[in-house]
Structure formats: structure tokens, C-alpha cells
């Protein structure tokens, strides 16, 4: 039996294993050390510019300046739109580890009430996590150092100095102007993710002539570097790039008067629109009751958004451009200027007996006016009068005239829509309705009621062309050129004969004598006009419920000799006529004399509670007041809701308007001289 033979361990053998392993240990060693000697040398020479950025983005932190945006300024430079210093704090969602906890420490340091809390609370769980939440703005300097120094404890949260815009006259440039807020998710997305938009304190144009000119208006962003800790503590400001702040967008509107028609406005939900009758120019475009821009663009809370949203007298509606409004008897002396082209002189005259008899119809009138030639039926507004001669020539002339004057028309305008409402003809209706015309519609029409729709702009644009003779077109913005005014190929003998009928009608014996000026040397002349909203049996127009009332319009221009401006003035269920002309008459003193205006203005704002301003503040108290915890919060886009409010008013307001216009024709409310 043979056994293994035992390896005996000696001095030699032990030596030898030992060199061994100490080779194999030292080649891993050199291998290891080269390997790491070759990737310090690779990350020291090769990845040197990497590394070097990212560590200077360790120590410096770069970011954006928003651009101040540029003003908006009236006819003589006077700022509507500016931006003022601005404390204010800022929340960024993502970087938000514990929201309610974050929340209710803000509350404490800004003091923030129940709902406040509550909204920005949502807006932090519904917004984009990279779009910054505004949390306040224009906090005083203590607030916002109290944030600042508890910026450890408040992941998330940002304070920021910079500016804000800022609207000095508030509502009364709210739908002229629009207002600026953050930027959504569609907006960032379509400006291809755009860092700017999500930068916080930045406002992007959401409505009106703010989003219209948003591109001159935005700037230039500037840049700021910091040297930071690394819990991002700023140690230093390294470097900055001012921004550059937008260009001015000059406006043909005249400031003062277009504050001074918004406070005449008062308590009254309407529109007033003032044109130079040498430049087309829109001096004033005034809606009200209106909504105060400052407020939107700082972010509007809910409980003020829903006293909005309920207000009967919709504040979110451009009534100016979109309000839709059958003329009533502001459209007679245009139809008398048709009546003219069509070869009717203007001493043929009628008997009126309360009416006229067209076919086997009797269609009345407001009141008994005897023997009427074109000068009274326009000052006397009488309906029989364009009930005759309008059967006479037919409706197209009337409503080609009515076009030519700027009714149904849209004009080349920076706003986002309008609403160009209808001028009815016979072609019109069989393509609407495939019904033909009618002799009522004719009746209808020939006072300004059945289908006929209209904006107070174009009520001012054709109150501009009569009173001139000239085709001028509206402009709102200094600096864009456009031809001089043709002529109308209009008898000048034409002219005068509207121009002294409408004259009559405020200083002669018509049916606005309180509208007179109270000037010397400067008369101005006008049109009285009342739309029924609703049949008589329902209401008289004068009384009862506010939503039942006749609107009242007046279309006026001065000095008659040699008109200078010309206007609209319309009032949403005023009771008529009466409700308009005084506050035309005011604005057009204003223009000739300002002190003499403003004093009446002065004692009518005793009696209403103050200014827009103060009269919406203290109704945003006591509505707030009333309205505990349970308020919906304000909508993410405004301005889509505001066209919703739009959209359906305008389909109302339609609907009533076809269902009048199948009705027997009725006949106008202008009323007797001073009667209304």
C-alpha cells in the first residue's frame, strides 16, 4: 500500500509562497493605483471644464431678472399702465416638503385669513410644480424680512423685491386695458418652455391691450449671480445684468376723460365712447361697472371673484365692443340721410294720427305729432314719419347706408374680439332664416327695433360720420398711420338738414332739452334712443324689476357748427333715454370744461358712496363679510370664463331680439320733449 508523500514546510518553501503572494497582492495594487492614478487624470485634464461648471454651480447661483414691462400711456404721455417697487413672496409647489404646515406659517407671518390660506393651499396642490404660486404682493418691508429670515424653515418659499403693475385709475381702464397675471401650463408650453415665464414675479399680458401688445410691452430679462452656501444661503452678490424694460405703447385715449366717463357712469351698468372727429381717434372708451386690474393681476381671491362672477351687472363684460343693443331711435337720422340719397325731400311731409296704416295694419305711434317733416321726425322722433318713407324705398337702401355709417361693422382694432351685431335686409334674413321679408319687418327695423343689433362703438363711429360727412375710421393707437378721411359722396345740403335736426333735438324743441350744455357758444346735438328689453305686458320699460328695463342710448356730437367729437353713450336698463343723455351731456362739458364737470361729478359721488374704487372696496367688505368659508375659488383662466359670460349674454341677448321681431311692431319710447 502505497501512501501520499508529506511536503515537508521549510524555511525555503515557506519563503518562496510568501513572494508569491506578495506579487500577486502588489500587481492588484499597481493595477488599482494606475487605474485610479489615469481617472484623477482624466477628471483633472479632460473633464476639467465639466467639473469646474459644476462646481461654480455649487458656489454660484444664476438667475433671472423679469423685465419691467412698458408702459402704456394715454394721448399726452400720461401713464395708464405703470409699474411701482413691490415686496412680495413667492412659493415654487415642488420644492414644498410639508404644504400645510408651510402654509399656516405664512399665514401667521403675512397674516393671511381662513380663505386666503385655503386658496393658496390649492393653488400649491393644482398648480404646475415648477410655476411659481404667488403667496402676496405688496407686503411691507417687516413682513417681508420676517420671511426672509425663516427661509431654513421654509423650503420652497421665495421673497422677492421687484416691481409689480400698477393701473392708477383702477377700474376705469379695467376692460380697456386688461390686466397681467402668471403664465399657465398652455402658455408655458407654446412659448417653448420659456424659463422667463416660470420665473417668479413675472406677468405675462391675459387680457385686453396687455395681451395684445405683449411682445413690445415683456422686455428684456436680466441675470443676477450669487455666491451661495450649500443649503443655499446667499453669501454674496457676484454679478448682475439689469434687464431691459418693455417699449411704451402710446394710446389715442385721453386719460383724465376717460376716468371722468367711468366715475359719470355711476351706479349704472352702460358705456360711453368719445371720438375726435378730425382723426377717427377713440379719446374714451370707458365700460362699466368694471373689474380693478391691480386686483387681477396680483392674483384676485376667490371671494372678490365670485362677487364678480354673481353681479348682475356682469363687471367682466366689454360693453363697448361687446354689448349688443337693438338702436332704437338713434338710427332715424341715418335713415333720414338714406331717405335723402333716395331722392325724399326733406320738406315732404306726413300726417301722423297717432300712427300709420300699412296695408291692413295699424302701427303705432308714441304720440300724435300732426304734420311731420324730416327735421321733426327726427327731433320729435316720430315713428310714423320712417314707417312711411321706409315702406316707400325699401330697406335696402336704408340698410346699405346703415353700413356705409358703420353699424354691423368690425373695425381694424388691437382687442381680441368684437361683436359686430346685424344690420337686417331682406337677402339677410332668407339666408338666416329662409323666411321672407316682411312688411312688419320693414316697420320693425325702420325705428331701430327688430333685428337690429348694435355696439356703442359703431353707434359712435356712425354718430362721427353723420356729424362730418366723412368716412372716419377708429383708432386707438398713436403711430399708426392711416389715409386721410374720404368724403362721403353726400349733399352738403344733406348734412346740414341732419345736422340742425339733431341739433333741435337737445336745443330746440325735442326730446332731450335737459342735455343742453351748460357753456356758452358751444351747443351740442344729439339723438335719443330707447331699446325695449322685454314686451309691455311683462313691463312698462320704466319700473319694476332692474332686468326688465328699457335700455337708454343717446348718440350726440359738438359743437354742432363745427363737430370736434362725436359719441355713444349706452345704459343697460336705465328706463329709457333720460338715463343716457345727462351723462352725455357731462362728458362733453368735461372736454370744453373740465372744473365746471367735475364739480357736478363731485356732488353726484357724495350721493353714490364715493369713487368706483371705494364703492367696490367697501361692496368687496361686506360681501366678503357675508360670505363665510363655503366660496368657490377663483377660476385658473379668467379670461376664457369672461369670454364664456360673453358667449351667452350675446346668445340672450339674440334670442330676445328674434323672438321681438316676430312680434307685431311696436312703437318707440322716446317720449315727449324732456319727458324721459
Known sequence: MFRNPVRRVT??????????????IGSIQAGIGTLLAGRMAYIAVAENERYAVLAESNRVNLSLIPPRRGWILDRNGAPLASNRADFRVDII?????????????????????????????????????????????????????????????LPGVIPQRGF???????????????????????????????????????????DGLEKQFEAPLRGVPGARRTEVTASGRIVRDLETREDVQGDAVKLAIDGPLQDYAARRLGLESGSVVVMDCESGDIVCMASMPSF??????????????????????????????????????????????????????????????????????????WSNHGVVDMAKAIYQSCDSYFYHFA??????????????????????????????????????????????????????????QGYYLVNPLQLAVMSSRLATGKMLVPRLVVGREKPKPRSFAWDAEH????????SDVVNGPGTAGRARLPLDNIQMAGKTGTAQVVSLSVSDGKSGPWKYRDHGLFVFFAPVEKPRYAGAVVIEHGGGSSAAYPIARDVMTYLFDPQKALEQLYAFENEWGGKPGERQLRKYRTYAEAAGVDVPRAPQDIAAFAARVDAEARARVVTAVEEDAQSTARPSRDGSPDSR
Not at 11 to 24: H, W
Not at 300 to 326: A, C, F, Q, T
Open 495 to 502: 348734412i346740414r338738414v341732419v345736422r340742425e335736426a339733431m
Open 391 to 448: 315702406q316707400q324705398i325699401g330697406f335696402d337702401p336704408i340698410a346699405q347706408m346703415a353700413e356705409t355709417t358703420g353699424l354691423g361693422q368690425e373695425f381694424d382694432l388691437p382687442v381680441a374680439s368684437q361683436f359686430y351685431g346685424t344690420v337686417p335686409n331682406p337677402a339677410w334674413k332668407e339666408k338666416k332664416y329662409g323666411d321672407p321679408w316682411r312688411s312688419y319687418d320693414t316697420v320693425n327695423s325702420s325705428i331701430g
Open 11 to 24: 524555511s525555503q518553501t515557506l519563503g518562496n509562497t510568501l513572494e508569491r503572494r506578495t506579487f500577486l
Open 292 to 365: 380693478d386690474p391691480n386686483s387681477f393681476s396680483q392674483g384676485i381671491g376667490s371671494v372678490e371673484w365670485k362677487m364678480l362672477s354673481e353681479d348682475d351687472h356682469v363687471p367682466l363684460r366689454n360693453k363697448v365692443l361687446k354689448g349688443l343693443y337693438p338702436p332704437g331711435s338713434t338710427v332715424k337720422p341715418m335713415h333720414c340721410m338714406a331717405f335723402l340719397q333716395a331722392g325724399i325731400k326733406p320738406t315732404e311731409t306726413i300726417v301722423c294720427g297717432g300712427g300709420r296704416r300699412i296695408g291692413n295694419r295699424f302701427f303705432n305711434c
Open 164 to 206: 409689480s403693475r400698477y393701473y392708477p385709475t383702477g377700474p376705469a381702464v379695467g376692460h380697456l386695458l386688461g390686466y397681467v397675471g402668471v403664465a399657465n401650463k398652455e402658455e408655458f408650453d407654446e412659448a417653448g418652455k420659456d424659463p422667463l415665464l416660470v420665473t417668479p414675479g413675472y406677468r405675462i399680458g391675459k
Open 93 to 153: 409647489p415642488e420644492r414644498v416638503k410639508d404644504a400645510p404646515a408651510t402654509v399656516a406659517e405664512l399665514g401667521k407671518l403675512l397674516d393671511l385669513d381662513e380663505v386666503e390660506q385655503r386658496d393658496l393651499l390649492a393653488s400649491i396642490e393644482e398648480g404646475a410644480g415648477f410655476s411659481p404660486v404667488e403667496v402676496k404682493s405688496s407686503i411691507d418691508f417687516d413682513k417681508f424680512a420676517a420671511v426672509s429670515v425663516r427661509l431654513p424653515e
